[in-house]
C-alpha cells in the first residue's frame, strides 16, 4: 500500500496540488467576502433599533442552523435560475461566502461585546460620538479577540470546502474523486489528500499561535 | 464658589426595571463648589452621578447644565459630556493608546484643539501630577495610582466645567490613595467645580464645601462637612458615620 501512494503520488501530484491550491484560495476568497459581510452582519445585529437587528438575527440563526451541505444545494439549485450560465464553483462560493458571512458575524459581535463596557463609557464621557467611539476606542481592542477567531475560522473553512466536491468544483476532495477514478484505488489517493489537509491545518493553527504570542506579548 | 448654578437636579427618578434607585432628588450644584456624596453600598450615590452626564438616563426629572435640560430630546448630550469630565472607580483608561494619546484622543476628535496645542496642554498637565516621565508609556506599564491620574488628566484635558468622580480611590492599593487624592484637592482647592463620590471620609471632611449623605435613594442628610460629621440629627447618618469613622 506505501508502495501505491508514493507510485500514485508520482504519478498524479500535480492533480493535488492543484486541488490543494483550488481549496486555499477558495477558502481564503470565502473567508474575504465572509469578513467584509460579516462584518456589516455583525453592526446591524449589534443596532439599538430591535426591528433591523432582527433580521440580523434571523439571517444568523438560518445559516448556523442548517448544515453547510444543504446550503450548497440551494445555492446550486437556486442560483441558476437568476443566472442561467453559473459555474458549479460560483455557486459553491457564493454558498461558502453566505455561510462565512454568518459565523464571522458572531465572530465579531463577541469580540467587540468582550471589551470592557468602561471603555465604551469612558468614551462618552469624553463626549465622544458614537462613530468616533466605535472606531478609535472599541474596535482596535476588539481586534485583538477577533483576529484569532478569523484564523481558526479560516481553519474550518479549509475543511468545509471538501463539501463542495459534491459538485466537482477541483478542491482537494475532488482531486481525490479524479484520481480514484483514473487509478480505481480508493484508500491510497485518500490518505494523500488526508495529508495534505493535515499539513495545511497544523501550518495555520502554528502560525496563528506564534501571532498570537506575539499579540499577547504587546498587551 | 459664586452663586451661579451649574447643574440642577429637578425631581430625579430613577428606576432599574421595577427597583426605584432614585426617589426624587432635587438639587443645586453652583459653580466652584465641592461636593462630596457619601452613603452606604446600595444607596444609589454612583447612579446619582452617572445621571448627570447621562451615563444613566433618568426615569423622571430634569438634569439641567448651564440652564440647558439636557434630558430634553432636541438636546444633543454629547455636546455637554465635553464639558462634564468623569473619572472611573477602575480609571478606564485606553490600553490600546499610549499614555499621550490617552488625553489627547478627545480634544483632537471633538475638534476642540489642534494636535499640537493638545499635546502640549496633555504634557502640562502630565507634569502637574508627576507622570511627565510616563508621556509615551502605554497604560499596563502604569500603577493604579498612576491610572487613575491619567484618566483625571484626560477629563481636564477637555477644559471641563465640572468634574465628576466615581469612587476614584476605591480600587486603589492603600498606598496609592493618597497621591490620587491630593491631585484631587489641589483641583477643588483651584476653583475646578467637583462632584465626588467617596468612602474617604477625611477627603469629604477636609475639601467638601457640601456632603450629601445618602440613603435608599434620597439625600437623607446634608449640608457643611461639620454639620453632617458632627452635628446631624439622622439616625441613618449617625449609624453610617460610626461605622465609617
Redesign the interface.
Known sequence: MIANIVRIWGKYWMIFLEGLWNTFWIALVAIAIGTVFGTLIALVRMSKRKGISSIAAIYIEIIRGTPMLLQFYLFWLGLPYLFPTISNLACALVALCVNSSAYVAETIRAGIQAV?P??R?????????EA?IMK??IL??AVKNILPALGNEFVVMIKETALASVFFVGELMTAFKTVQSNTFLALEPLIIVGLIYLFITLTLSNIMKVFERRMKAN? | MTDQALIQLVDLHKYFGDLEVLKGINETIKEKEVISIIGPSGCGKSTLLRCM?L?ETPTQGQVIFEGVNILDKKVDP?????????V?Q?F?????LNVLENIT??PI??KLMTKAAAEEKAIGLLERVGLGDKVYEYP?KLSGGQKQRL?IV??MA?DPKVL?FDEPTSALDPEMVKGVLEVIKSLAITGMTTVIVTHEMGFAREVSDRVWFMYDGVIAEKGTPDDVFNHTKNPRAIEFLSQVL
Open positions: 470592557d468602561g471603555q463609557e469612558a468614551a462618552l464621557s469624553l463626549g465622544l460620538t468616533n478609535k476606542v482596535p481592542q498587551d | 452626564n451615563l454629547t455636546l455637554h459630556r465635553r464639558k462634564m469630565g468623569m472611573f477602575h478606564n483608561v485606553f490600553p490600546h484622543l478627545a476628535l471633538n499596563r484618566a484626560r477629563a477637555m465628576l
